[in-house]
């Protein structure tokens, strides 16, 4: 038996969770795999030699039940730790938004039998909320809801079809709508210390992906790259490439894009620009004809990306831009389908991939990659976690199986001792045998232990949360079967029992015949 528990190494867990660490210790990488349906995860630092980032998460809403059939996903936190979420309510097929006060943790429902999806929604650090949303006369809107004065307003605008909207921590609104005598996309602009709205673009091109920073300047995709100054209210274009397209813009009004370089044509060209306000210089921060997306960027000015694998279309990796030093990172190495990256402003990165568990499994794990540091830590395991958003005090929301809304917040509880898991003798059968796994002699030095989980290591099911279980193998092979047990403060112990499954079935020998003589 292989006995993890006790000291500093251990994983902490409160009211049950779902989490798995990875801990340092005599220079030697143990990963510790903790599949435990709760509702609160705490990871601790355990060894001096760098920290692990302690992270309690939390069940906002949810499960999703037949009978109600409540989604909650596509989730955003503001700075001041108010969350808006996409979620579904009896009897209405589309998505309506939510809103969940930081303070009072009571939650608002945003919309009202939408006739449509609602895609779009965005929330400033003060916890305003802008979003598109289709009304009864069959025409697209953007809503501003404000936090202080609690109200819910319509932005004007002379355009019929409104979308995409992005909000500045000032209240200012940028948008694309179809305009009345361009008949084209065009880029839309409400001041919010005016009340008035501003078509900031009147041509024949079509403009889109709008990003607006503190400073009310906005850029976006139209002839070229457009960029908005708003303390000269003047347009001007930072590159004429057609092709450009996605921008992010940071509080500095430095800006990060994806164009087309050498054949538009193929998908495999584009690549992350980036202008410096600073010197007014463009810089090609990638040159690998790989296709780059899900560009995001910070008030720093630091850009995160996602990459395509060079010869596997479903599997990408996860680059960094450092600002201050002009370098870019390669933070993840794993060939696996990495999902879209988000940064905040402590240069804190989170993200969620595909994980293969077996040939008939996976799940969609959340990571953390922290720059300042260089560590990346995968903070949940075994459900699809998706959709991850983090604030600029790191705490993260995502969505769980679609039906749940979790957060994760920093934890730096200590002191309890954990419990020291008992996963019994090791064990040799046959295929096909009924095997007894029992965890009643595990104990607990400072407390009591109050959950248990098996996993049974051929990859099947996905556990057994029970003090004793039941397993059958039907494969010949060496497993290792793990028991988890949690403790009343949320301390995990591991131990580990090996299991010989052999195949004794008896050779019986053929029968020769010859033929008569």
């Not at 909650?72 to 939510?98: K, M, Q």
């Not at 005016?194 to 673009?201: A, G, N």
């Not at 898991?421 to 045998?433: L, M, R, S, T, V």
């Amino acid at each position: 038996m292989l006995k993890i528990s006790g000291g500093r190494n251990n994983l902490i867990m409160k009211e049950g969770a779902l989490m798995r660490g990875l801990v340092k210790q005599d220079n030697k990488i143990a990963r510790f795999i903790f599949s435990i349906s709760l509702f609160v995860l705490i990871f601790i630092t355990c060894t001096t030699s760098y920290a692990i980032t302690s992270y309690i998460a939390t069940t906002l809403k949810g499960p999703k039940t037949r009978s109600s059939e409540l989604y909650y996903f596509a989730p955003r936190i503001s700075n001041n730790g108010d969350i808006i979420c996409l979620g579904r309510v009896t009897g209405v097929t589309n998505n309506e938004l939510f809103f969940i006060d930081a303070t009072t943790q009571a939650t608002t429902q945003l919309t009202h039998d939408s006739l449509s999806n609602i895609v779009s929604h965005s929330i400033n650090s003060n916890g305003d909320v802008v979003w598109e949303y289709y009304d009864a006369a069959y025409s697209y809107e953007v809503y501003l809801f404000d936090k202080s004065a609690s109200t819910i307003k319509k932005l004007p605008s002379n355009s019929p079809r409104n979308r995409g909207p992005v909000i500045s921590d000032n209240g200012n609104v940028a948008w694309v709508g179809k305009g009345l005598l361009s008949g084209t996309e065009e880029i839309y602009f409400y001041d919010a210390a005016t009340s008035k709205t501003t078509q900031l673009t009147s041509n024949s091109y079509t403009d889109g992906y709008p990003c607006i920073n503190n400073s009310g300047d906005v850029v976006w995709k139209g002839s070229g790259l457009m960029y908005y100054d708003a303390s000269t209210a003047t347009i001007r274009t930072l590159t004429s490439s057609v092709y450009s397209t996605s921008p992010k813009i940071s509080a500095n009004g430095n800006v990060a894009w994806v164009d087309y370089i050498g054949d538009n044509t193929n998908d495999r060209n584009h690549e992350i620009m980036y202008y410096n306000a600073s010197t007014s210089t463009i810089t090609q921060l990638t040159n690998n004809s790989f296709p780059e997306f899900h560009l995001q960027m910070n008030d720093n000015g630091d850009a995160v990306w996602s990459s395509q694998h060079s010869t596997n279309s479903y599997q990408n990796e996860i680059f960094f831009y450092d600002a201050t030093t002009s370098t870019v990172t390669q933070i993840t190495s794993n060939s696996t389908e990495e999902y879209p990256p988000q940064i905040n402003n402590s240069r804190e990165i989170v993200w969620y991939a595909k994980v293969i568990s077996s040939s008939t499994t996976s799940t969609f794990p959340i990571f953390l990659y922290e720059a300042s540091t260089g560590i990346t830590t995968q903070l949940t395991y075994n459900y699809s976690d998706q959709m991850p958003y983090i604030n600029d005090d790191g705490k993260i929301v995502w969505s769980r199986d679609s039906s749940r809304l979790m957060l994760g917040t920093r934890s730096t509880a200590v002191g309890n001792q954990a419990p020291s898991a008992d996963a019994g003798p090791d064990k040799a059968a046959d295929i096909d045998a009924y095997l007894i796994f029992d965890g009643s002699a595990s104990t607990d030095p400072d407390g009591t232990i109050e959950d248990y989980f098996w996993r049974f290591g051929d990859g099947k099911g996905r556990g057994t949360r029970n003090i004793s279980a039941a397993h059958i193998y039907s494969t010949a092979g060496t497993y290792t079967a793990t028991l988890y047990a949690t403790d009343d403060q949320g301390a995990t112990g591991i131990d580990t029992a090996l299991v010989v499954i052999t195949d004794d079935t008896p050779n019986i020998p053929p029968v020769a015949d010859a033929g008569p003589d």
